[in-house]
């Protein structure tokens, strides 16, 4: 069973920057696309950025040029920098990880909360 630990949610002023970090658990091999999505009560979920193994990216147009994704493959762990955060950044941020067998999982989300 993979498990995904998701940290680095909070509350932080307009324009400031809060780094999130999800750790798959270890000895999982196989991961191959690493992403965060983001959803807000009673709407769609949105992509807001992949990373896959050999480290190409993928980014919503809302958030290029602000955030950044990166990833750990010794730690099965990543990392989504966000900087310049405005308050329609703010909502609920899910991990999730797609393995070369097709499996996909979740994690359980960190609440991003930007307001002064």
């Known amino acids: 069973q993979v498990q995904l630990v998701e940290s680095g949610g909070g509350l932080v002023q307009p324009g400031g920057s809060l780094r999130l970090s999800c750790a798959a658990s270890p000895g999982i091999f196989g991961i191959n696309v690493m992403s965060w999505y983001r959803r807000a009560p009673g709407s769609e979920g949105e992509l807001v950025a992949l990373?896959?193994?050999?480290?190409?990216?993928n980014y919503a147009d809302s958030v290029k040029g602000r955030f950044t994704i990166t990833r750990d493959n010794a730690k099965n762990t990543v990392f989504l920098q966000m900087n310049s955060l405005k308050p329609e950044d703010a909502t609920e941020y899910y991990c999730?990880?797609?393995?070369?067998?097709?499996?996909?999982?979740w994690g359980q989300g960190t609440q991003v909360t930007v307001s002064s």
């Open positions: 990373i896959t193994r050999d480290g190409s990216t």
């Open positions: 999730h990880v797609k393995l070369d067998s097709g499996a996909d999982y």
